[in-house]
């Protein structure tokens, strides 16, 4: 990052944490093939946006087992679910899944899916997301 002198961010002090920035993309490599030294300059103090939280993930262990796949897999993870669908690589729902017992625990069948990639949605008991990949081999 390249802070010019003649905009209103020279001068200032650096960020205290982690922060995004905006900017102009430039480059200071003079001899071709020009391939490195580029930069980004940012305009004014605005363009630099401090972090101030990040978001948690809500499922911290999990598993799908096996991945690839043939025909079914277990999801296991450490939180109980109130659902848990199989996407198509376009977001579709082509299927759900059924727990086993303690919504910790989910089959996963995709014996009826063409072999492809999919996806593993899992849906928290407050409203909470998270995907996961998963293949399907012949």
Do not use: K
Request: with cysteine; net charge negative; hydrophobic share 40%.
């Amino acid at each position: 990052m390249r802070i010019d002198a003649d905009v209103n961010v020279f001068g200032s002090a650096p960020p205290p944490g982690a922060f995004h920035v905006t900017g102009l993309g430039t480059q200071f490599d003079e001899s071709s093939p020009y391939l490195h030294d580029y930069q980004i300059m940012p305009r004014y103090i605005e363009d630099i946006d401090l972090i101030n939280s990040t978001l948690e993930p809500f499922i911290s262990s999990w598993i799908v087992t096996p991945n690839p796949t043939s025909s079914s897999s277990i999801f296991q993870t450490n939180v109980a679910l109130t659902n848990v669908q199989v996407q198509d690589i376009t977001g579709r729902t082509v299927g759900f899944c059924q727990h086993l017992g303690d919504r910790r625990n989910w089959l996963i069948d995709l014996s009826a899916l063409s072999p492809g990639q999919y996806w593993i949605r899992a849906f928290g008991m407050t409203g909470e997301t998270m995907t996961f990949p998963l293949i399907r081999v012949e």
